[in-house]
């Protein structure tokens, strides 16, 4: 009788992935600075970086996303996708998520300052894979870059989907050596993790280039949404990730 082969559970995480990649050594400083939502943490956080971000812990396509601006001494500025509104202090931000709170938490990190493409930033979606030979390495087998959409922060509302070097160019900061770059902290992330999780063939990487030209890890996406390869003009991506995919 054939044993069942029980699958691991790759589950959407970002606290969990963070943890994972922190580890690999080269990774640590590609990963902007991220803790479980607690309130030492979040005011650490702000005194040190100004502008932070809260997430939930397990994604939700862009949305419920906060940036939070530390605003004079106390006071909070906050957006969330188009909404701005301001709190007196931290106490009264995490009651607002006392409130809302159903699922497995929030994560705040490091704000990012992204490199803009007509005053919109932009982060770049780099597909990793590898085949189902246990020994076959990693391969980047498609990018783009999201460019979010008009008074927006994210990069996944609603966002405009061009070539990477295209928005490298509108960027004004840097060119293919600049994506190879990326493409090769992208492999190594794959790599660390596939090693925690043996059974993953694919991993979409959010990379965030900023105004200094630092590449950071944003997240990486186990299950990545393919269809925006599929309207890229060129079609060779697109073909080779199903490839990547059958073999
Ligand atoms: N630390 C950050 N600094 C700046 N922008 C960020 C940061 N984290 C996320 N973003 C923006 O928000 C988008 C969504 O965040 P992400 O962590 O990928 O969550 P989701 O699971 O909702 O896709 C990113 O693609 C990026 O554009
Ligand atoms: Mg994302």
Known sequence: MK????????????????????????????????RLLQKNHLSKMLH???NVVVKPRDGRYGRDILFIKRNGATALRIR???DVTTMRDIDQL???????????GYIV??????????????????????????????KVTGSYAKVAAQGYLVTNVTSRTI?????????HIGGRSLLVKAERIALLAAKRLGEHYPELRQVGFDIGIDRKRRIWIIEGNYKPDLHPFRHLQD?????????YKEH
């Open 3 to 34: 044993k069942a082969v029980v699958p691991i559970v790759m589950k959407r995480d970002k606290w969990t992935q963070y943890r994972i990649l922190r580890k690999g050594s080269s990774l640590a400083k590609r990963l902007p600075e991220t």
């Open 109 to 138: 990190q490091r704000r990012l300052q992204l490199a803009q493409v007509q005053h919109r930033p932009f982060d770049i979606r780099i597909m990793v894979q590898r085949q189902k030979d246990p020994l076959s390495p990693w």
């Open 235 to 243: 079609s060779s991506m697109y073909r080779r990730i199903l490839w």
């Open 48 to 50: 040190q970086y100004h």
């Open 94 to 104: 995490l009651q607002l998520f006392r409130k809302k709170n159903k699922g497995p």
């Open 80 to 82: 969330n996708e188009k």
């Open 163 to 171: 070539p990477v070097l295209e928005a490298l160019k509108l960027a």
